[in-house]
Nanobody
């Protein structure tokens, strides 16, 4: 059974940092690209980042470039999203997802999602 479980969200002041984790099970993380998305209240889900399967290349949305970093630890079946210099507009529910396209170097629209973790940036 494919599962993705996010954690690490919380309340942080502007300029602060958080690290989100996405622990996967039911498939071999090494072989698949993983994406992070976010959704703020009343807004559409927005792509945040992607880390590819084989070469570890990473991609970011324009709004988070230079502030967010995604990485993977295949041995721990975990993908991370390090978020620095957080802004109030980063407030959203954050989700990890995958399309389970084996060997993918890019992230397609996910077919599998975690339950999300809430991030609130406020003073």
């Amino acid at each position: 059974q494919v599962q993705l479980v996010e954690s690490g969200g919380g309340l942080v002041q502007p300029g602060g940092s958080l690290r989100l984790s996405c622990v996967v099970s039911g498939f071999t993380l090494d072989n698949y690209a993983i994406a992070w998305f976010r959704q703020a209240p009343g807004q559409q889900r927005e792509g945040v980042s992607c880390i590819s399967s084989s070469d570890g290349n990473t991609y970011y949305g324009d709004s988070v470039k230079g502030r967010f970093t995604t990485s993977r630890d295949n041995a721990r079946n975990t993908v991370y999203l390090q978020m620095n210099n957080l802004k109030p507009e980063d407030t959203a529910d954050y989700y990890c997802g995958t399309d389970l396209d084996i060997g993918a170097t890019m992230c397609g629209p996910p077919n599998y999602w975690g339950q999300g973790t809430q991030v609130t940036v406020s003073s």
